[in-house]
């Protein structure tokens, strides 16, 4: 099947950047129309709860119908569950055009096609003499150098030809990009324009010359330049209808030589065709030195010359076959999600479609599968294959002239050939960018297998945002200063071969050199590097120092983050003189423990929020070194929220240290609970219940030491009384600590007398902790203040059949009977179930180091917008507590940060109407006993509370949210959530700097001062 001409042809865009998220929301009307609607309707309280469907029990028991069995099957063979099928389905339909809108479309493009036909011709003119342009165009490219050989005159096309995704029907909403090819005639072109940019010139100036008559025709509404992919040689002209279809589609042209003009044996990735004596304004050197290769530009001469056959393949591939374009739909729509098609660099859905191409020609993926089985199998292929160690091809031909696959290795650092065997598809992908699809695509597929009830809707509903997927952010701005970095690196040739892009020829070895640098702290590394935007045609093409920031993302791992040392080989290896060179002065030789004299370098951070911004100190360090890039125009973003979990009094440090110290007094007090003498019932376990013991107090306690000349010494009660005329001493909050004692048979089986037993116990838990250990206690009938090194823990002795005995009721006929009633429901919460939560976080905290700065960050939050009164903080800990244990799609935080921004999306997207928060601590609850926990919460919604968070110890009650909040207070938080949320992502985004950070826009959301 061969391409059509532009009226008849009527479908695509090959790699058009799709954006998911505003075709899947109303607009604002809408948003006002149904607001009113809830203003002025009466709602019943099960409003809005999903209800079951109620069926007679005619229906209810009808025999299947034949298309029911087959769908049934189809489903079960295709899918692994029904509401996969259905949510998939309901997706594809938001995502496709309408038939009304293509016979629109249709319409455009012969009207497009005509207009284009008509455009005068222009006599031969000298490529440098550019007398003959009108006033109001501009050339859409940068002409540097701008002497350069070759003639140039404008005639109409010799075909125009639709190509790309819209043709082959695997387009997605809502930005329709058409990809339109003007095959240039063979009049134009000249036997060296492969040379020197000439081709490139020549391409510019004739769609300056299409950009100035077709401005003037009425039928367009906006007639603009922009870039294709990112690639500043390669202009498009962008045209868009007028009048109400003004945001219908855009037409892309792309002119284009001939098929057969250039010799493909001149374009392979080994020859040069850009003359170092053209480019540098350099004689040659003569000193038969060869010209260095010029693989990227070689490859967008390839791109235009291809763009009729790839089309040809894609129809063949596609063409008959409805699951495979969904299946491409799909994996467009996943990566629109997590920004990995944006930009020069990016992986498109130009190339999931030809890999799709590829899937199939190779037997992996046949044409009769659904789309969910060509997405999965796709993702389960990138996971698995590494495109830049073994590179693949869909060249068939054994032809012995064609370049081997290492050729291409060489010259790109991801390799995917067409079925040309010469045009490597991915040269401009990135090596992080092929290993940041390759995480996500394990990350995928992990969730898939997991066949959790929401893997729809975070594998191809959520957003995923570079700040709120990488744990730190570092900004390179401004971007001129990358020219100093390719001179620094001597990237001539990289220069050379990219036309002057000094970002694209300093990102690799600058990635390159901070992977090396980072080690065993960083496990992923990404880029991003924003689309250029289009500009008018009366203007010059933007500058690559106007083309945004380079960010950069740090994917890293916990185990290795807050290491202080970098350990290098021993003094007298061959590897000793690399790492030298790596760190340069911060290298040093040290002798260590075992003998070992070794070459080291060692960071200063004495905090542990100082050692989590170590990589920091390593970026900095490696770019001023190497790349000649200041301190200054690094802007890091990774501990910009820790200020606010700083105490008055600290400066460089968040507390953990506090914390800590709190924590292992806790524990000596609980070994010398544990080795009393004296008690009539031994200890059978010591249980901490605060939130210091588990790390997310907002703001630790400090030891105080009272100083005696500010009390006076009450010695009949042995206590301390505040002189009037002494400052008030500090208020020390205390610790509550739960003392299980063993069972006996003595203890009594009143409620009234287990209380005055358990008084006894305090009592006596003072007398001995005071004899034993010098300890300063004070005993109550409910509980016993120990002082220990500054701190007073609040000792509550338990009995573990206490609670049934408050259970026990007793009927006039003596009958007993168990119900439970506050008193136990709130004796077995603080004795029992908040002992196990507290200890369960504290083993969290050990697994994450990272949990203690997010929940403390989440409840300053909460509390900043006077909302802390309708949480409880056990709350707030198990809604943080999921983001780490079912982190997907993302992986868990390694930062405060990231964590937070996170919270504060959970917080503002989870359906708390519908759905339980199961947070399974421990890995305790089972696939289906979550599966059978939802069922049971369906049933019993309405008597349970707004807010429902269930874990393993507490599976049917949510018990942390008994007493708050109310519908009010949380709906009031899920809106202050998505306000703050857009607000601080976009602060910390802006390389000018944050700000500051702790007050938004809006007097309406703020973080804490």
């Known amino acids: 099947m061969g391409p059509a001409p532009a009226g008849e042809q009527l479908r695509g865009a090959a790699g058009e950047p799709e954006v998911m998220e505003p075709a899947l929301k109303g607009t604002g009307k809408e948003e006002k129309k149904a607001s009113s609607r809830k203003r002025t309707e009466t709602r019943s309280p099960a409003e809005g709860l999903l209800q079951p469907v109620k069926l007679s029990r005619a229906e209810l028991y009808k025999e299947p119908t034949n298309e029911e ?357 991915c040269a401009d992908v990135t090596a992080s960018t092929y290993h940041q699809v390759q995480h996500e695509a394990r990350l995928s597929m992990a969730l898939l297998d997991s066949k959790a009830d929401d893997g729809f809707q975070m594998l191809l509903m959520t957003p995923k945002p570079m700040i709120r997927t990488f744990d730190h952010v570092l900004h390179l701005r401004p971007l001129s200063r990358l020219q100093a970095t390719c001179h620094r690196l001597k990237l001539w040739p990289e220069l050379q071969d990219n036309g002057g892009d000094y970002v694209s020829a300093a990102l690799g070895p600058l990635t390159t050199l901070l992977e090396q640098g980072l080690g065993a702290r960083l496990h992923l590394l990404a880029h991003s590097r924003p689309p250029v935007p289009e500009w008018d045609i009366s203007q010059d093409p933007p500058k690559h120092k106007d083309s945004g920031t380079l960010s950069l993302g740090f994917l890293l791992r916990p185990e290795g983050l807050t290491s202080v040392l970098e350990l290098g080989p021993e003094a007298d290896q061959a590897e000793a003189a690399d790492f030298r060179h790596l760190w340069g002065s911060r290298s040093e030789l040290r002798r260590f423990q075992d003998g070992a004299i070794r070459e080291a370098v060692v960071w200063e951070a004495a905090s542990m929020s100082q050692k989590r911004l170590i990589p920091h100190q390593v970026v900095t360090h490696l770019l001023a070194l190497h790349a000649d890039i200041p301190e200054t125009c690094v802007h890091y973003v990774g501990g910009l929220v820790d200020v606010l979990i700083q105490g008055l009094k600290e400066t460089s440090s968040t507390g953990e240290e506090a914390l800590a110290v709190a924590v292992r007094c806790y524990d ?167 002992p196990l939560l507290t200890s369960a976080l504290h083993g969290l905290q050990q697994q994450h180091p990272a949990f203690s700065g997010v929940a403390r960050l989440a409840k300053r939050w909460v509390c900043a917008q006077l909302l802390g009164e309708g949480f409880t903080d056990e709350s707030l800990d198990l809604v943080t507590a999921a983001l780490f244990l079912h982190p997907e799609p993302f992986t868990p935080p390694s930062s405060p940060q990231v964590g937070f921004l996170r919270f504060l999306f959970l917080v503002s997207t989870f359906d708390w109407k519908n759905n339980p928060l199961i947070v399974n601590l421990n890995n305790e609850l089972t696939a289906e006993e979550q599966v059978e926990i939802r069922s049971g919460f369906l049933a019993a919604r309405t008597q349970l509370p707004v807010m429902v968070i269930i874990t393993p110890q507490d599976r049917k009650s949510s018990v942390w949210t008994q007493d708050g909040p109310s519908a009010q207070i949380l709906q009031q938080l899920v809106v202050l959530a998505a306000q703050a949320l857009p607000i601080l992502e976009k602060q910390l985004m802006d390389p000018q700097g944050p700000g500051d950070i702790r007050a938004g826009p809006s007097k309406d959301v703020a973080l804490p001062e």
């Open 69 to 425: 069995l087959n769908r049934l099957r189809e489903t079960e063979i295709l899918f692994h569950s029904s509401l996969l099928r259905l949510q998939i389905e309901e997706l594809l339909k938001e995502v496709r055009l309408s038939e009304k809108k293509k016979d629109r479309i249709d319409a455009f493009l012969r009207e497009v096609n005509q207009r284009v036909m008509r455009v005068p011709s222009v006599p031969e003119a000298e490529l440098t003499d550019q007398a003959w342009l009108p006033a109001g165009v501009r050339v859409p490219l940068h002409q540097v150098p701008y002497t350069v050989k070759g003639c140039f005159c404008f005639l109409p096309p010799a075909q125009v030809t639709v190509v790309g995704s819209y043709l082959l029907g695997t387009c997605i909403r809502p930005d329709i990009n058409v990809d339109v090819a003007l095959t240039m005639p063979r009049e134009i072109l000249q036997d060296k324009d492969g040379l020197n940019q000439r081709y490139f010139r020549k391409r510019a100036l004739y769609l300056a010359h299409l950009a100035h008559h077709l401005a003037q025709d009425p039928l367009f509404g906006s007639v603009r330049f922009s870039y294709s992919n990112g690639c500043h040689l390669k202009p498009l002209l962008l045209l868009r209808p007028n009048g109400k279809d003004k945001s219908l589609v855009t037409v892309r042209l792309h002119p284009c030589p001939p098929p057969d003009f250039f010799r493909p044996c001149r374009l392979l990735p080994t020859k040069n065709n850009v003359r170092s004596a053209w480019y540098r304004g350099q004689s040659s050197p003569g000193d038969g030195s060869p010209e260095p290769p010029t693989p990227h530009y070689n490859t967008w001469v390839l791109q235009d010359i291809a763009l009729e056959s790839h089309l040809q393949l894609l129809s063949t591939m596609l063409g008959s076959a409805p699951g495979l374009k969904d299946g491409v739909a799909l994996l467009k729509v996943w990566l629109r999600q997590r920004e990995l098609d944006k930009g020069l660099g990016g992986f498109t859905g130009f190339h999931v479609s030809m890999l799709v191409a590829f899937l199939v020609s190779t037997r992996k993926i046949h044409t009769t599968m659904s789309g969910y089985q060509v997405l999965r199998s796709v993702l389960q292929f990138l996971a698995t294959t590494d495109l830049t160690v073994n590179g693949i091809s869909l060249c068939l031909n054994s032809d012995p002239s064609l370049p081997a696959l290492a050729d291409f290795h060489q010259a790109f650092p991801v390799v995917f050939l067409d079925s040309s065997g010469r045009l490597n598809l």
């Open 668 to 834: 000596d007090l609980s070994r010398l609970l544990w080795g009393l003498e004296g008690l009539p019932l031994t200890v059978s376990a010591v249980q901490g219940a605060h939130p210091v013991l588990r790390y997310t107090e907002v703001f630790p306690p400090t030891p105080v030491r009272p100083a005696y000349s500010f009390y006076e010494h009450l010695r009949e009660r042995a206590s301390l009384l505040p002189r009037l005329s002494k400052p008030c001493p500090a208020y020390v909050e205390p610790m509550t600590v739960v003392c299980h004692l063993e069972g006996s048979g003595q203890w009594p089986q009143d409620a009234e007398a287990v209380r005055r037993v358990r008084a006894a116990f305090q009592l006596r838990l003072a007398e001995l902790l005071t004899q034993q250990h010098g300890l300063q206690c004070r005993a109550t009938a409910t509980h016993t203040d120990v002082l220990k090194d500054g701190f007073v823990f609040r000792i509550r002795v338990a009995y573990q059949r206490e609670p049934q005995i408050l259970r026990e009721m007793r009927s006039p006929e003596g009958m007993i009977s168990l119900r439970d009633t506050p008193a136990s429901l709130r004796l077995e919460r603080d004795t029992r179930q908040l």
